[in-house]
């Protein structure tokens, strides 16, 4: 174990790295560096600039920023006009029908049922809500098949007839 605040320099390694072992030739040479161009202001290549020239480039950056950002909450998508709306209803059935049979084709294995498809658009609900409930004769017959299930699950019974953990003879 090594403390953290030691200031030994022994180099009995033989080369085997350990906590105190630069992994690093030097760091400070091995950069490249960095050139500064002159403006007024900055009088010495390695000084650090003023708060003013800071300020700047934060401000650049700044700007640089807010060109590029697209503000989606200043789009107005929410005042389309109803004509607008319909002719992309109509564009996306359009696009959705025609990309059906090749999804179908390519997806098939994972559509379980008959009718479905993976763009399909859903109906009005209003329509759904309107047709007719079911007739008496079906739920008559849900009724009695959930009854006798019911009863078959009741009607389970577990005998106990040994133990399931067995303990071990352990010597």
């Given at each position: ?15 085997e790295t ?57 789009l107005d ?95």
């Open positions: 174990m090594g403390c953290c605040c030691s200031t030994d320099k022994d180099s009995n390694q033989n080369g350990n906590e105190r072992t630069h992994l690093l030739a030097n760091p400070v040479s091995s950069n490249t560096p960095i050139q500064r161009t002159h403006y007024d202001g900055l009088r010495y290549p390695g000084s650090v600039p003023k708060p003013t020239d800071e300020q700047s480039a934060l401000n650049k950056i700044l700007q640089q920023t807010a060109t590029n950002v697209i503000d989606v909450a200043a998508s929410h005042n389309l006009e109803q004509h607008e709306y319909v002719e992309r209803a109509r564009q996306y059935i359009q696009k959705a029908q025609a990309a059906q049979p090749v999804l179908l084709s390519k997806y098939s294995k994972l559509i379980l049922a008959k009718n479905s498809a993976v763009l399909k658009d859903m109906p009005a609900i209003e329509n759904l809500l309107i047709d007719s409930p079911i007739c008496v004769m079906d739920y008559h017959m849900m009724m009695k098949n959930s009854a006798k299930i019911s009863r078959a699950l009741n009607e389970i019974h577990i005998e106990h007839k040994e133990d399931l953990v067995v303990p071990f003879a352990i010597p």
